[in-house]
C-alpha cells in the first residue's frame, strides 16, 4: 500500500478523534466509536473503552501476503497508538466478518479473559475485549438506555434478547420495581448479573434472571403485566437450544404482538433490529401505536454510520 494511503488514514482518524474524543468528554462518556470503515483500505472498527481500545478487522479479499497483511496492520496500529497516544499493549485486535446485523450467537475467540469495568452515565458495566468478537456493551443503544432509565421509575420492566443486561442495569438505576432479564446463553445471564450487582442491585425479589428461548418464553406470561418491555433480538439465530430458527424480518411481527399482549394499557416497547434490510410491517402489528425512534436514538459516534432501527410501540388499549 502507498504511502499516500497511510496519510489518508493519519488525516481521517486524526480528525474524528480530535471531534468525538471531545463530545465524549462533554457528555461524561469514556467508551465511544471513532471510526467504522471510513475509508476502503482501512476496513477496521475502532472503539475507545477507557485507556484501552478495541480494534477489529472485517474479513476481506485483501489480495495481500500474510507478511504484507501484517505489516499493513501495525503500520496501521502504530498510527493509532500515536495518534491517541495510547500503549500498543492497550490495544485488542480481532477479526470479524462483515455481515448484516449482530450474530445471533456470540463468537469466542480465545481465552485471554481480559475483562475491567468501563462507566457510561454514571453507571458500571464489564467489557472484555479479548473473548468475544463483542465486548459486552453496544455503544450504538446509549441513548436508548437512557430513554429507558429516565422512564423506568415504579414500573415493571421486561428485558428480553438482554446479552449482557445493560439495559436491566439502566431500568435498575431508573427505579424500576422489577426487572426480568431473559436470554438464552446462560454465559451471558451470569454477566447481566455481575453488571447488576456492580451497580448494586441484587435484591433477587426485584431482579430475576431467565435462561429462555424468547420466542417460547413470551406465550406464557400473562396479558397486561409489564410497563416497559426493550426487545433487541439477533437478525438470525439458530442455537440447538432454540425449539425453532429465529428469523427477525419473518418473526417481529409475532414478537411484537406478543409483547404488546403482555403489556398494560399506556405500556411501552422498544424494539431495535440491526437487519439493514428491515421492513416493519405495520399492518400486522394490533393495538398499537407505532414511533420510529431512529434518529433521536441514535448516538453523537454513530450519527451517519448507524445501521440499526429502533422504533417505540405504546400499547391503545
Same mark, same amino acid.
Given at each position: ?44 472498527r475502532i ?46 485486535? =480481532? ?9 445471533g450467537q456470540?463468537? =469466542? ?15 458500571? %458495566? ?63 445471564? =451470569? ?42 433480538p439477533p ?29 398494560? =394499557? ?33 448516538? %453523537? ?17
Amino acid at each position: 500500500m502507498t504511502e499516500e494511503k497511510f496519510i489518508m488514514f493519519r488525516n481521517r482518524l486524526t480528525k474524528v478523534c480530535r471531534h468525538l474524543s471531545k463530545q465524549g468528554r462533554r457528555l461524561g462518556i469514556s467508551c465511544y466509536r471513532i471510526y467504522d470503515h471510513d475509508l476502503p483500505e482501512f476496513p477496521l472498527r475502532i472503539e475507545i473503552y477507557g485507556d484501552k481500545v478495541y480494534v477489529a478487522e472485517y474479513k476481506r479479499r485483501h489480495g495481500l501476503t500474510d507478511e504484507a497483511h501484517d505489516e499493513w496492520m501495525e503500520k496501521s496500529l502504530a498510527i493509532l497508538t500515536e495518534i491517541i497516544s495510547i500503549p500498543r499493549d492497550h490495544i485488542f485486535l =480481532k477479526l470479524r466478518q462483515r455481515k448484516p446485523g449482530r450474530l445471533g450467537q456470540y463468537q =469466542k475467540v480465545d481465552a485471554a479473559q481480559h475483562t475491567f469495568p468501563v462507566q457510561e452515565n454514571g453507571l458500571q %458495566f464489564i467489557v472484555n475485549l479479548s473473548d468475544y468478537l463483542d465486548t459486552g456493551l453496544f455503544l450504538d443503544h446509549r441513548v436508548t438506555r437512557q430513554m429507558v432509565r429516565e422512564q423506568a421509575k415504579g414500573k415493571r420492566v421486561l428485558n428480553l434478547f438482554a446479552y449482557t443486561g445493560s439495559f436491566s442495569v439502566y431500568a435498575a438505576a431508573g427505579g424500576a420495581t422489577e426487572v426480568i432479564t431473559v436470554d438464552l446463553s446462560n454465559t451471558y445471564l =451470569k454477566w447481566a448479573a455481575e453488571n447488576m450487582t456492580l451497580n448494586g442491585f441484587t435484591d433477587p425479589a426485584i431482579f430475576r434472571y431467565v435462561q429462555a428461548d424468547v420466542k417460547q418464553y413470551l406465550g406464557t406470561l400473562p396479558s397486561g403485566y409489564f410497563d416497559l418491555i426493550v426487545m433487541d433480538p439477533p437478525t438470525f439465530s439458530n442455537s440447538q437450544r432454540m425449539k425453532d430458527v429465529l428469523d427477525i424480518q419473518r418473526d417481529h411481527v409475532g414478537l411484537i404482538n406478543e409483547c404488546i399482549r403482555i403489556l398494560n =394499557k399506556g405500556g411501552q416497547l422498544y424494539f431495535s433490529t440491526n437487519y439493514t434490510r428491515f421492513v416493519l410491517d405495520k399492518e400486522k402489528i394490533h393495538r398499537a401505536s407505532v414511533k420510529d425512534i431512529t434518529k433521536a436514538t441514535t448516538a %453523537f459516534d454513530f450519527e451517519g454510520t448507524s445501521t440499526r432501527y429502533c422504533f417505540l410501540f405504546t400499547k391503545d388499549d
